[in-house]
């Protein structure tokens, strides 16, 4: 989608202004590029994971379960914590359950909530994982970058994803 056009274009924008403000060519190629990036750098680790019958999501998802008390967490939150909606999550658990990865538990007191917990296997599957997947980000993204290079771009993003944090309510 082109964002940069005539000084004529007029539409409605989310800043409530009546011209659109246009992306420069400048911004508009930063801004393709940082698409193609993560939609690359997507593709290439989901790639990585392949060999140990996990797809991206299943890797975050074991990850977030990981590093949660008891190795269990809310299905609601989870679905928060990697940006799923309810029923995405819901099958996305249900395959990771044929696996023997995760369980679903019964919350205490709720009886319609449900946790997610890690399995042992999940356990062992993860501590497997993920010294590949880490050495894969090293590879494909920290190791082209300088230490300056990511301080500064850690700087930059840092305020956008607490901004987009706070619209989903989770600043």
């Given at each position: ?93 249900t395959r990771m359950e044929s696996a023997g990865l995760v369980l679903r538990q019964d919350c205490p007191g709720d ?55 706070a619209l989903r309510g989770r600043a």
């Amino acid at each position: 989608m082109d964002m940069h056009s005539p000084d004529t274009a007029v539409s409605s924008s989310p800043l409530g202004e009546e011209e659109t403000p246009w992306l420069s060519a400048k911004e508009q190629q930063f801004w393709r590029a940082h698409l193609e990036v993560a939609k690359l750098l997507d593709y290439q680790l989901g790639r990585e994971l392949q060999p140990h019958n996990l797809a991206s999501n299943d890797y975050e998802i074991l990850v977030v379960l990981s590093e949660s008390p008891d190795r269990r967490m809310r299905m609601t939150d989870l679905a928060t914590a990697t940006l799923q909606s309810k029923s995405r999550l819901s099958h996305q658990i249900t395959r990771m359950e044929s696996a023997g990865l995760v369980l679903r538990q019964d919350c205490p007191g709720d009886r319609r909530g449900l946790y997610a917990h890690l399995t042992e296997l999940g356990w062992e599957t993860m501590q497997k994982v993920a010294p590949d997947h880490v050495r894969s980000v090293r590879h494909h993204f920290i190791d082209r970058l300088s230490p300056e290079q990511i301080d500064a771009m850690y700087a930059a993003l840092a305020p956008i994803a607490e901004h987009l944090r706070a619209l989903r309510g989770r600043a």
